[in-house]
């Protein structure tokens, strides 16, 4: 034989994720091609004396994993050892997380910043007790007097400082949030030390900018874990002007330059999709047309996202991101029905009335998509989905484009009139299992028990033809999908355990799919990535045990032993 397989594997469950969902137990690549899936008669002439045969022994094969939504830069500096980890199960308390600042102080230099991220009032006992205590800058002050704190909330729409980092911000009674944020202000008016979604742009100009250096550390560190994870793809949602006010390392020029160098350096073990984001969050329709022009220098659809010679494959600009509203927890989401206590939040875009925010979003999604772009919305409340949902329409409408795979980034709450309309124009949303799980109890106290069980309708979306993808938006959960396929099969809870809206239960290769070939579509991909069979690449995750056999409950559990990325190991558990 002329050419023989690189890498042959054997005896397993080769779950090819095909239009069948077939499942084989034999499958070869040559050079980054999957050249054979079938059975061990198939592959055994491929077999030469350079050939790595790995036995499964009943293991499963699957297509590499795609985390749809993944902020990969800020993922790599919210975890350790370059930010605090403020997550369940390091810390349990507001107790904790002082004696976690107070450490930190007795190790960091006077005058620098110290950061932290993933706290979450729904897993801190004194919130728990007391549902009207939230974290104060005197928690921090006690312990952090002179060096200024800054602790990112797991959501990355609130953010909660210290005493000094106030001072270094230029924040007190008298500062003015910026539209559609909030500088929370305690019962004499003056700051707590949290503030929400845009007010968070108030931290940028104190803390001092992210260097190259610190950028590629974070990026290195994002790809290690992911490749120890099985994910051999990622969309990097929102690297622009936007970014950076909104969650740290998301500067688009400055961070896709790091990517463009880890490419050329052979160290981007990982595909990597861009949003670009022209601005954040209370932006107008105006000043997106103006963002969105400068940075289509950048490139449109599909366009490498490096020079010329850059292989679109490994790292492209899909498209651009837009904030529509914010999120339940923070009463954000914009709601057709008001939240338990009143309100029904709004959307997040500049303008004085419900009306001019519906027309500048309408008129945002409409410029992007004239210009050709892929547009991502982050959208979580049902009014503001159906707002969305129709301007998707009307910007069909206006400019028929045959295929833009435009998608709802979140959609905690698609309604039926929302899933028409993306299905029928072929567009797709963005879910997130691994939220779903971590939010599932505290969201009752906010929505109510129905709506925090229907939140996340798996079921009803497959069921009205919209394409779902999933994605962890970490560093807000950590990017296990092996906890979000269960999550999608069992609705349960992280805190408690407890089934939240079973009716919005898929099955197991329906969840697969979402991390998998569906995920490749949002790419524009899934006629080369998604699933394992002949000529498409060779992207892998191979999973000890037997995956469509285990109890949901224990996959989370199942080990990662070996990642593929283009025919190249990356992470090998099975020779460590």
Same mark, same amino acid.
Request: aromatic share 6%; charged share 20%; proline share 6%.
């Given at each position: 034989?002329?050419?023989?397989?690189?890498?042959?594997?054997?005896?397993? +469950?080769?779950?090819?994720?095909?239009?069948?969902?077939?499942?084989?137990?034999?499958?070869?690549?040559?050079?980054?091609?999957?050249?054979?899936?079938?059975?061990?008669?198939?592959?055994?002439?491929?077999?030469?004396?350079?050939?790595?045969?790995?036995?499964?022994?009943?293991?499963?094969?699957?297509?590499? @994993?795609?985390?749809?939504?993944?902020?990969?830069?800020?993922?790599?500096?919210?975890?350790?050892?370059?930010?605090?980890?403020?997550?369940?199960?390091?810390?349990?308390?507001?107790?904790? @997380?002082?004696?976690?600042? +107070?450490?930190?102080?007795?190790?960091?230099?006077?005058?620098?910043?110290?950061?932290?991220?993933?706290?979450?009032?729904?897993?801190?006992?004194?919130?728990?007790?007391?549902?009207?205590?939230?974290?104060?800058?005197?928690?921090?002050?006690?312990?952090?007097?002179?060096?200024?704190?800054?602790?990112?909330?797991?959501?990355?729409?609130?953010?909660?400082?210290?005493?000094?980092?106030?001072?270094?911000?230029?924040?007190?009674?008298?500062?003015?949030?910026?539209?559609?944020?909030?500088?929370?202000?305690?019962?004499? *008016?003056?700051?707590?030390?949290?503030?929400?979604?845009?007010?968070?742009?108030?931290?940028?100009?104190?803390?001092?900018?992210?260097?190259?250096?610190?950028?590629?550390?974070?990026?290195?560190?994002?790809?290690?874990?992911?490749?120890?994870?099985?994910?051999?793809?990622?969309?990097?949602?929102?690297?622009?002007?936007?970014?950076?006010?909104?969650?740290?390392?998301?500067?688009?020029?400055?961070?896709?330059?790091?990517?463009?160098?880890?490419?050329?350096?052979?160290?981007?073990?990982?595909?990597?999709?861009?949003?670009?984001?022209?601005?954040?969050?209370?932006?107008?329709?105006?000043?997106?047309?103006?963002?969105?022009?400068?940075?289509?220098?950048?490139?449109?659809?599909?366009?490498?996202?490096?020079?010329?010679?850059?292989?679109?494959?490994?790292?492209?600009?899909?498209?651009?991101? @837009?904030?529509?509203?914010?999120?339940?927890?923070?009463?954000?989401?914009?709601?057709?029905?008001?939240?338990?206590?009143?309100?029904?939040?709004?959307?997040?875009?500049?303008?004085?009335?419900?009306?001019?925010?519906?027309?500048?979003?309408?008129?945002?999604?409409?410029?992007?998509?004239?210009?050709?772009?892929?547009?991502?919305?982050?959208?979580?409340?049902?009014?503001?989905?159906?707002?969305?949902?129709?301007?998707?329409?009307?910007?069909?409408?206006?400019?028929?484009?045959?295929?833009?795979?435009?998608?709802?980034?979140?959609?905690?709450?698609?309604?039926?009139?929302?899933?028409?309309?993306?299905?029928?124009?072929?567009?797709?949303?963005?879910?997130?299992?691994?939220?779903?799980?971590?939010?599932?109890?505290?969201?009752?106290?906010?929505? *109510?028990?129905?709506?925090?069980?229907?939140?996340?309708?798996?079921?009803?979306?497959?069921?009205?033809?919209?394409?779902?993808?999933?994605?962890?938006?970490?560093?807000?959960?950590?990017?296990?999908?092996?906890?979000?396929?269960?999550?999608?099969?069992?609705?349960?809870?992280?805190?408690?355990?407890?089934?939240?809206?079973?009716?919005?239960?898929?099955?197991?290769?329906?969840?697969?799919?979402?991390?998998?070939?569906?995920?490749?579509?949002?790419?524009?991909?899934?006629?080369?990535?998604?699933?394992?069979?002949? *000529?498409?690449?060779?992207?892998?995750?191979?999973?000890?045990?037997?995956?469509?056999?285990?109890?949901?409950?224990?996959?989370?559990?199942?080990?990662?032993?070996?990642?593929?990325?283009?025919?190249?190991?990356?992470?090998?558990?099975?020779?460590?």
């Amino acid at each position: 034989m002329d050419t023989y397989a690189d890498l042959v594997f054997v005896g397993g +469950r080769v779950v090819t994720v095909d239009a069948e969902f077939s499942v084989a137990s034999a499958l070869a690549v040559t050079g980054g091609t999957i050249t054979a899936v079938g059975g061990r008669d198939d592959v055994a002439p491929l077999v030469g004396p350079g050939t790595r045969v790995v036995d499964l022994r009943g293991a499963t094969l699957l297509p590499g @994993i795609n985390d749809s939504h993944l902020h990969g830069c800020a993922f790599g500096t919210a975890t350790p050892p370059l930010s605090l980890d403020l997550a369940r199960p390091a810390v349990s308390s507001l107790a904790d @997380i002082a004696e976690a600042v +107070r450490e930190a102080v007795g190790r960091t230099p006077a005058g620098q910043w110290i950061t932290g991220h993933g706290w979450d009032t729904g897993y801190l006992d004194e919130c728990l007790s007391e549902p009207s205590r939230l974290p104060s800058r005197h928690d921090l002050d006690a312990v952090s007097p002179d060096h200024p704190v800054v602790l990112y909330a797991f959501s990355g729409h609130a953010t909660w400082v210290n005493s000094k980092a106030l001072e270094l911000m230029g924040v007190d009674r008298h500062t003015v949030a910026p539209p559609g944020g909030a500088v929370v202000t305690d019962g004499a *008016g003056e700051p707590t030390g949290l503030l929400h979604e845009g007010a968070q742009a108030l931290v940028r100009n104190a803390l001092p900018p992210l260097g190259r250096q610190e950028r590629t550390d974070a990026i290195r560190s994002a790809l290690a874990a992911l490749a120890r994870l099985g994910v051999t793809s990622y969309t990097e949602p929102g690297l622009g002007p936007g970014g950076d006010g909104i969650m740290r390392g998301a500067l688009g020029t400055e961070t896709l330059d790091v990517y463009r160098r880890l490419l050329a350096d052979g160290e981007l073990t990982a595909r990597v999709g861009v949003l670009l984001l022209p601005t954040g969050m209370a932006s107008t329709a105006e000043e997106f047309a103006r963002s969105l022009d400068a940075l289509d220098a950048l490139g449109g659809p599909g366009a490498p996202a490096g020079p010329g010679g850059t292989d679109p494959r490994r790292l492209a600009i899909h498209g651009v991101k @837009i904030f529509a509203d914010g999120i339940v927890p923070n009463r954000t989401a914009w709601m057709h029905e008001p939240y338990v206590g009143g309100g029904c939040g709004s959307l997040c875009v500049g303008g004085e009335t419900d009306a001019e925010r519906v027309a500048a979003v309408g008129a945002m999604i409409r410029h992007a998509h004239a210009a050709g772009h892929q547009v991502g919305v982050h959208v979580t409340g049902d009014r503001a989905v159906d707002a969305v949902a129709d301007a998707f329409a009307a910007a069909a409408a206006e400019h028929p484009r045959p295929d833009a795979r435009h998608y709802v980034i979140h959609g905690d709450f698609l309604t039926a009139h929302s899933m028409k309309v993306l299905a029928a124009h072929g567009y797709g949303v963005n879910m997130n299992p691994t939220i779903k799980w971590t939010v599932a109890d505290m969201e009752e106290e906010f929505v *109510g028990a129905g709506r925090a069980a229907y939140a996340w309708p798996y079921r009803d979306a497959l069921d009205a033809g919209v394409r779902v993808a999933s994605g962890s938006d970490a560093p807000v959960t950590y990017p296990d999908w092996r906890q979000g396929v269960a999550t999608m099969v069992l609705r349960e809870s992280k805190a408690t355990g407890r089934v939240s809206g079973p009716e919005q239960r898929i099955g197991l290769a329906e969840a697969i799919r979402t991390y998998t070939i569906d995920a490749a579509r949002q790419d524009f991909a899934d006629d080369w990535k998604g699933s394992l069979e002949p *000529g498409k690449v060779a992207d892998l995750c191979v999973l000890d045990g037997d995956l469509l056999a285990a109890d949901p409950h224990d996959i989370p559990g199942m080990p990662v032993v070996l990642t593929v990325v283009d025919g190249q190991v990356v992470h090998d558990a099975l020779r460590d």
